[in-house]
């Protein structure tokens, strides 16, 4: 059943979320009015994906095909099927529940990882999601009423828009500094990106990092394999 207690916990979790959230949907905001959207089309664009990449994926590349957004889409995004597979068995109310998975994400979900001693887990995660996904839709609108403003500083918005996104997931990244192979994809990743972009397109610049994550995995279980064959 709902707990209150559970849910305020949630609450007072989600206020760094909600900070970040503030700027990152408020850069995805303007990069939308940029690009030439609606403030319609980002304020429902943020209410019904509500996953950043995947946004800034169709924001800079108007053109792409239904075909390649799905691919895009899956791929991107296949890491919340894996977090609710986890999530989902602690929940009392497994169907009844299920709806509120759209709010899922990283932050809410290593945050609803960690904290385990609630009363409630879904009501915790209630309330640390809620507060979030409410502050994105907030933001967007306001990042995009401020390119509109902001007409002499457009430039160094522009420029802002392009860099919160990264310096996010780098600062995410670095918070899991004893997982090398982690840091080692991140880093490649971004110098791989640019490399490879006149080679394979902006449509299937996705591939960088899957091609990245097989060879470290590959690497990962030939080191692991070495470290279980030694003798003790």
């Keep these: 059943m709902f707990n209150k207690d559970s849910f305020k916990s949630g609450v007072s ?3 760094p979320i909600c900070i970040a ?5 408020s ?3 303007m990069l939308g009015h940029a690009k030439g959207l609606s ?4 304020v429902v664009m943020s209410a019904t994906i509500f996953a950043v990449p995947l946004q800034a994926l169709v924001i800079n590349n108007q053109e792409l095909t239904i075909l390649t957004t799905i691919l895009n889409a899956f ?5 919340f099927m894996l977090m609710s597979s986890v999530l989902i068995p602690l929940w009392h109310r497994k169907i009844l529940t299920i709806p509120s998975l759209h709010f899922i994400c990283n932050s809410t979900y290593m945050v609803c ?3 385990k001693e609630v009363k409630e887990p879904w009501s915790f995660y209630v309330g640390v999601s809620l507060p979030s996904y409410i502050s994105a839709i907030i933001a967007t ?7 509109e403003v902001g007409t002499d500083y457009q430039f160094f918005l522009q420029a802002l828009a392009h860099i919160v996104l990264p310096i996010h997931f780098i600062c995410l990244t670095m918070k899991r500094k004893k997982e090398i192979f982690s840091i080692a994809a991140t880093i490649l990743g971004i110098i791989m990106t640019p490399m490879l972009l006149p080679i394979i397109g902006s449509k299937f ?8 994550a097989g060879l470290l995995i590959i690497v990962e279980e030939k080191v692991c394999g070495k470290l279980f064959l030694q003798p003790a």
């Design 205 to 212: 610049t996705i591939l960088t990092w899957l091609i990245v």
């Design 21 to 25: 959230f503030g700027f990152m949907y």
């Design 141 to 147: 609108i306001f990042g995009y009423l401020l390119w």
């Design 27 to 29: 850069a995805l905001g």
């Design 39 to 42: 403030i319609y089309k980002m």
């Design 113 to 115: 990882a960690v904290e």
């Design 75 to 79: 791929i991107l995004n296949f890491k």
């Design 13 to 15: 979790h989600s206020y």
